[in-house]
Nanobody, 124 residues
Framework: QVQLVESGGGLVQAGDSLRLSCAASGRTFSSAAMGWFRQAPGKEREFVAAISWAGGNLYYADSVKGRFTISRDNAKNAVYLQMNSLKPEDTAVYLC?????????????????WGQGTQVTVSS
């Protein structure tokens, strides 16, 4: 069992930065692939970034590549999403997800556990 709690969202202006955190509980976190997804009102859940259990493999959506960075600290049971050069189109609820067996994926379907999400709003 893995429980996930996101934090760090907020209202910022275009060009600003935010750092999202996802605190995890459960013994399997250190072996879980982790992902960040986002969902805007009326839109499908969208892949943002993912990281393998040891942090050696990173994946990004084209829309955030070069602006966002995913990282994890298994000693702290946490995964992070550093978001720079934010744009209004980045506005969404950002969700952290864990996949306890398997590689990170860009599809949200294989992920086993989800947090409640944190709102990110970017004004122009």
């Amino acid at each position: 069992q893995v429980q996930l709690v996101e934090s760090g969202g907020g209202l910022v202006q275009a060009g600003d930065s935010l750092r999202l955190s996802c605190a995890a509980s459960g013994r399997t976190f250190s072996s879980a692939a982790m992902g960040w997804f986002r969902q805007a009102p009326g839109k499908e859940r969208e892949f943002v970034a993912a990281i393998s259990w040891a942090g050696g493999n990173l994946y990004y959506a084209d829309s955030v590549k070069g602006r966002f960075t995913i990282s994890r600290d298994n000693a702290k049971n946490a995964v992070y999403l550093q978001m720079n050069s934010l744009k209004p189109e980045d506005t969404a609820v950002y969700l952290c997800a864990a996949r306890v067996a398997g590689r990170p994926t860009t599809s949200y379907l294989p992920y086993d556990y989800w947090g409640q999400g944190t709102q990110v709003t970017v004004s122009s």
